[in-house]
């Protein structure tokens, strides 16, 4: 976005006062809103101010507009830089807005450029007579009607080099001139005479519900040879792949306890309480073996004391600690708590450990 600038001192008028007829206007907008909100109409009132100097906003109006509404004349200054329909230096009595984006200019937008630049110059420039200026811009949405421009509020549509040079002659001449569409048509309608929805069937409501006889028709033809062979394999009951939900489908085929009680008969099938009642079909339960006297059996391998001289860190026979691997345990000595591994150890006067 292109920055926005106020005019240069020079051209700035040296006061500025709403007409009586503005400030009632700038009162009702007022209005409109709770007290202490009365920012809230700072868009209607600046349009207001825009229009009574001419087209244009000059410094002093928006120090009028921002005492009006008991605002911070920066605050005001901010909405007129960044709103562009706030024109911030002069324009001419007809400010032409030319649309100069892609549906225009695919329908001749340069030519009417032309135009433009070979009778005022270039664009942000106001004419000698102070009748015109002109500014490029973009999309002014109306691109069924393309080319177009908007002179001041009015929009001019379905523009040629011939209708636009006419326009322009006129507005200076100060003829009145018509807005919209110069090609004679109305609105956004074909340009030639209608030549689509013209069957009657299409609104006198006969044609409601057709399109599915119509569909059965098409589909009768193809329903032969392999489409016939494939539309016959299809089933007719489709079933689902997996229950919902991961929950089993209860099917009717099978004899459960709930369908019986459910269908007035008893729960338990008597086929199935005579076979349960069988003995021959019994479960045969081995009898337990009573507990003896035996002592459990144990490993092959067990462990005595092994001999070991604490002194010099090796094994010595005479003295056993440790099981011997192979030894019952009824013959092994006592395991003893190897206090007796420990050397005794005399302290001397010198405090020297002997």
Request: proline share 10%.
């Amino acid at each position: 976005m292109a920055v926005r600038k106020l005019a240069p001192k020079e051209i700035q008028p040296k006061s500025f006062a709403f007409t009586p007829e503005n400030e009632a206007f700038a009162d009702q907008q007022i209005a409109k809103y709770p007290p202490g909100r009365e920012a809230s109409a700072i868009i209607a009132v600046l349009g207001k101010a825009q229009d009574q100097a001419g087209g244009w906003l000059p410094r002093k109006a928006i120090e009028t507009v921002a005492a009006k509404l008991n605002m911070a004349p920066i605050r005001v200054m901010e909405v007129a830089t960044f709103y562009t329909m706030f024109n911030l230096e002069p324009v001419g009595k007809y400010f032409i807005q030319f649309c100069g984006t892609t549906p225009c200019m695919l329908r001749g937008a340069g030519d009417i450029k032309k135009v433009l630049e070979s009778r005022f110059g270039e664009q942000n420039h106001v004419s000698a007579d102070g009748l015109f200026s002109w500014l490029e811009v973009e999309c002014l949405g109306a691109c069924c009607n393309a080319p177009m421009v908007q002179i001041n509020d009015d929009y001019y549509e379905d523009l040629t080099t011939e209708n636009f040079e006419k326009l322009l002659d006129d507005l200076a001449a100060d003829r009145p001139v018509k807005p919209g569409p110069q090609s004679g048509r109305r609105s956004s309608e074909p340009f030639e005479a209608v030549s689509t929805l013209q069957d009657p069937s299409l609104f006198d409501g006969s044609m409601i519900g057709a399109w599915r006889k119509r569909f059965e028709e098409q589909a009768k033809p193809a329903e032969t040879g392999e489409v016939a062979a494939e539309m016959a394999s299809i089933p007719k009951e489709v079933k689902a792949s997996k229950p919902t939900a991961g929950r089993a489908i209860e099917s009717d085929a099978a004899d459960t306890p709930a369908k019986r009680a459910k269908e007035g008969e008893t729960p338990i099938n008597p086929v199935d309480r005579k076979e349960a009642s069988d003995p021959s079909t019994a479960t045969k339960i081995e009898p337990r073996q009573e507990a003896t006297d035996k002592p459990a059996p144990q490993s092959s391998k067990s462990y005595v004391a092994t001999p070991s001289k604490p002194g010099e860190g090796k094994p010595v026979p005479t003295s056993p600690t440790t099981p011997e691997a192979g030894t019952p345990p009824a013959q092994a000595e006592t395991r003893r708590d190897g206090s007796e591994s420990k050397p005794d150890v005399v302290i001397d006067k010198d405090n020297t450990p002997s």
